[in-house]
C-alpha cells in the first residue's frame, strides 16, 4: 500500500523518464494487483466504514456505477473507454487505502509519504527554474498532467505542509513540513495558476481559524508571508492581478461561457450526462464566445465535468467521498489536541479542513477527475474518521464501564 502511495504521488516514470530504460513500463498495475493480492488473502483487514465513512465509501461507488452506466450511452466511446479504464482503479485503490491506514502510525506514513513525494517534485520543479532563469512547465505539462491540473496537487500538499508545520512538536519535521509548503507554493507561482493562487489564499484562512493560537505558529504564518513575498515576481503578481480587473484577458472571460455552456448540458441531461469525459465534445451545440461553433472545448470546472460526463446524482456521490468524512471530523472537533488521542489525528483534520474547500474552490477553474492525489487525501479523511470514531466508541465504553462501576459499589455500600 506504500508503494502504491509512493509511486502515485512520485509519478517517477515522469521525473526519471530520461534515464529509466522503459518509462512506459505498466508498474502501476503491478502494484495494485500485489496490493489487492495482499488485501485479499489477508482477509481484507483494516478500518471498519460506519457512519460518514461508510457515506463516503457508497457515494464514491454511487459515482463509479453511473460512470459505468452512462458510458453506454456516452456520445464520444472512445474517450469514455479511456476514462472507465483509468476510473476503477482509482475508486478501488481509495476504498483499499482508506480501510489499510488502521492505525494512526500508518496514517502518519501515508501522509509523510504524500507530503515528499509531492515536495521532491516541487523541488525539481523549482531547479528546473532556477538553474534555467525561464520555465516550460506551461508547455510541457508536469507529471502527465497539465500544468494548471498539477497545480491542484501542488495546493493539497502546500495546505497539508502547512497543518503539519502548525501541529507538530518536532522541530526537525516542522522544519520539513515549511519548506515543502514554500516549494509547493513558488511552483504554483512558476505555474501562474490564479485558481491555484486563490486556493492557497483561502487554505491559509482556514488554517487561521482552526490553527493552535501559539506565538509559533503566527511565526510560522509571518514567515511564510514574508516568503511569498519575495518569492512573487512581477508576472506572477501581474497574472493575480488580472483576476479582478474589469477587462480580462481571453483565458478568464472563456470561463464564464464555458460554465454557462456546462450547466446548460446539465439542465439537458441532468440523470447521466453524456458520458465520463466526452461533454467537451458536445459544446460546439452549446458554447458561444468568439467563435460560433468549436470542435472541442474542456470544461476547466470539477463540479461541471462530472456532472456533464455522468450527470447529477453521480456528482452528489462524488461530493459525499470528500466532505462527509470532513464535515464529520468538524463537528467532532478533531482539529483539536484533546479532542483526540494522537495528534496525527489534529493535523490531518486541520490539513482537510482547509485542504479540500481550497481544493474544491481552485477547481472550479481546472479539473482533473483522474488525478489521483485528491483521491488519496480524501482516504486519509476517511480513516481519520474511522480512527476517531474508535476512540468515540471506546470512551462511551469505558463511560459505560465506570458507571456500572459506580452503580455496583452503591449496590455494596
Same mark, same amino acid.
Given at each position: 500500500?506504500?508503494?502504491?502511495?509512493?509511486?502515485?504521488?512520485?509519478? /517517477?516514470?515522469?521525473?526519471?523518464?530520461?534515464?529509466?530504460?522503459? /518509462?512506459?513500463?505498466?508498474?502501476?498495475?503491478?502494484?495494485? $494487483? %500485489?496490493?489487492?493480492?495482499?488485501?485479499?488473502?489477508?482477509?481484507? /483487514?483494516?478500518?471498519?466504514?460506519?457512519?460518514?465513512?461508510? =457515506?463516503?465509501?457508497?457515494?464514491?461507488?454511487?459515482?463509479?456505477?453511473?460512470?459505468?452506466?452512462?458510458?453506454?450511452?456516452?456520445?464520444?466511446?472512445?474517450?469514455?473507454?479511456?476514462?472507465?479504464?483509468?476510473?476503477?482503479?482509482?475508486?478501488?485503490?481509495?476504498?483499499?487505502?482508506?480501510?489499510?491506514?488502521?492505525?494512526? %502510525?500508518?496514517?502518519?506514513?501515508?501522509?509523510?509519504?504524500?507530503?515528499? $513525494?509531492?515536495?521532491?517534485?516541487?523541488?525539481?520543479?523549482?531547479?528546473?527554474?532556477?538553474?534555467?532563469?525561464?520555465?516550460?512547465?506551461?508547455?510541457?505539462?508536469?507529471?502527465?498532467?497539465?500544468?494548471?491540473?498539477?497545480?491542484?496537487?501542488? #495546493?493539497?500538499? !502546500?495546505?497539508?505542509? =502547512?497543518?503539519? $508545520?502548525?501541529?507538530?512538536?518536532?522541530?526537525?519535521?516542522?522544519?520539513?513540513?515549511?519548506?515543502?509548503?514554500?516549494?509547493?507554493?513558488?511552483?504554483?507561482?512558476?505555474?501562474?495558476?490564479?485558481?491555484?493562487?486563490?486556493?492557497?489564499?483561502?487554505?491559509?484562512?482556514? #488554517?487561521?481559524?482552526?490553527? /493552535?493560537?501559539?506565538?509559533?505558529?503566527?511565526?510560522?504564518?509571518?514567515? +511564510? !508571508?514574508?516568503?511569498?513575498?519575495?518569492?512573487?515576481?512581477?508576472?506572477?503578481?501581474?497574472?493575480?492581478?488580472?483576476?479582478?480587473?474589469?477587462?480580462?484577458?481571453?483565458?478568464?472571460?472563456?470561463?464564464?461561457?464555458?460554465?454557462? $455552456?456546462? =450547466?446548460?448540458?446539465?439542465?439537458?441531461?441532468?440523470?447521466?450526462? +453524456?458520458?465520463?469525459?466526452?461533454?467537451?465534445?458536445? =459544446?460546439?451545440?452549446?458554447?458561444?464566445?468568439?467563435?460560433?461553433?468549436?470542435?472541442?472545448?474542456?470544461?476547466?470546472?470539477?463540479?461541471?465535468?462530472?456532472?456533464?460526463?455522468?450527470?447529477?446524482?453521480?456528482?452528489?456521490?462524488?461530493?459525499?467521498?470528500?466532505?462527509?468524512?470532513?464535515?464529520?471530523?468538524?463537528?467532532?472537533?478533531?482539529?483539536?489536541?484533546?479532542?483526540?488521542?494522537?495528534?496525527?489525528?489534529?493535523?490531518?483534520?486541520?490539513?482537510?479542513?482547509?485542504?479540500?474547500?481550497?481544493?474544491?474552490?481552485?477547481?472550479?477553474?481546472?479539473?482533473?477527475?483522474?488525478?489521483?492525489?485528491?483521491?488519496?487525501?480524501?482516504?486519509?479523511?476517511?480513516?481519520?474518521?474511522?480512527?476517531?470514531?474508535?476512540?468515540?466508541?471506546?470512551?462511551?465504553?469505558?463511560?459505560?464501564?465506570?458507571?456500572?462501576? %459506580?452503580?455496583?459499589?452503591?449496590?455494596?455500600?
Amino acid at each position: 500500500m506504500y508503494g502504491y502511495v509512493l509511486f502515485v504521488v512520485l509519478c /517517477p516514470q515522469w521525473l526519471w523518464r530520461y534515464t529509466l530504460p522503459d /518509462p512506459d513500463f505498466g508498474f502501476q498495475k503491478y502494484i495494485v $494487483a %500485489a496490493t489487492l493480492a495482499g488485501f485479499l488473502l489477508s482477509g481484507m /483487514p483494516g478500518n471498519r466504514f460506519r457512519g460518514a465513512a461508510l =457515506m463516503a465509501v457508497v457515494g464514491v461507488v454511487i459515482f463509479w456505477s453511473l460512470c459505468l452506466l452512462s458510458s453506454y450511452g456516452s456520445i464520444k466511446p472512445d474517450q469514455t473507454a479511456f476514462f472507465m479504464d483509468a476510473i476503477w482503479k482509482v475508486v478501488v485503490m481509495t476504498v483499499v487505502v482508506s480501510r489499510l491506514m488502521d492505525s494512526p %502510525a500508518r496514517l502518519r506514513v501515508v501522509l509523510w509519504i504524500v507530503l515528499v $513525494a509531492v515536495g521532491w517534485n516541487a523541488w525539481e520543479i523549482n531547479s528546473d527554474y532556477f538553474s534555467k532563469g525561464y520555465s516550460l512547465i506551461n508547455q510541457n505539462g508536469w507529471a502527465l498532467m497539465n500544468a494548471n491540473g498539477y497545480a491542484l496537487v501542488l #495546493l493539497l500538499i !502546500f495546505t497539508m505542509g =502547512m497543518a503539519t $508545520a502548525l501541529t507538530v512538536e518536532s522541530r526537525v519535521a516542522r522544519g520539513v513540513a515549511l519548506l515543502i509548503a514554500v516549494l509547493c507554493m513558488h511552483a504554483i507561482f512558476i505555474v501562474e495558476s490564479r485558481g491555484g493562487m486563490l486556493g492557497a489564499i483561502l487554505s491559509v484562512v482556514v #488554517l487561521v481559524m482552526f490553527m /493552535p493560537k501559539t506565538r509559533l505558529n503566527y511565526g510560522i504564518l509571518g514567515t +511564510l !508571508f514574508v516568503m511569498g513575498m519575495l518569492l512573487a515576481g512581477p508576472s506572477v503578481i501581474k497574472e493575480f492581478s488580472s483576476t479582478f480587473e474589469d477587462e480580462r484577458d481571453v483565458s478568464a472571460e472563456s470561463r464564464f461561457y464555458i460554465w454557462s $455552456a456546462g =450547466m446548460r448540458i446539465c439542465a439537458d441531461y441532468p440523470l447521466l450526462g +453524456l458520458g465520463p469525459w466526452a461533454a467537451e465534445y458536445a =459544446m460546439a451545440d452549446y458554447y458561444n464566445y468568439e467563435l460560433d461553433t468549436v470542435g472541442r472545448k474542456a470544461l476547466h470546472n470539477l463540479p461541471l465535468e462530472v456532472a456533464t460526463g455522468s450527470g447529477i446524482p453521480s456528482l452528489l456521490g462524488y461530493l459525499a467521498l470528500f466532505f462527509a468524512p470532513l464535515w464529520a471530523l468538524f463537528r467532532r472537533r478533531a482539529y483539536r489536541y484533546e479532542k483526540v488521542s494522537d495528534p496525527i489525528l489534529a493535523t490531518c483534520t486541520l490539513g482537510l479542513l482547509a485542504a479540500i474547500p481550497a481544493y474544491w474552490f481552485a477547481s472550479l477553474f481546472n479539473s482533473g477527475v483522474l488525478v489521483e492525489v485528491p483521491y488519496l487525501l480524501a482516504a486519509i479523511g476517511i480513516a481519520t474518521f474511522c480512527l476517531t470514531n474508535e476512540e468515540v466508541a471506546l470512551k462511551q465504553f469505558d463511560s459505560l464501564e465506570n458507571s456500572e462501576s %459506580a452503580v455496583l459499589q452503591n449496590l455494596v455500600s
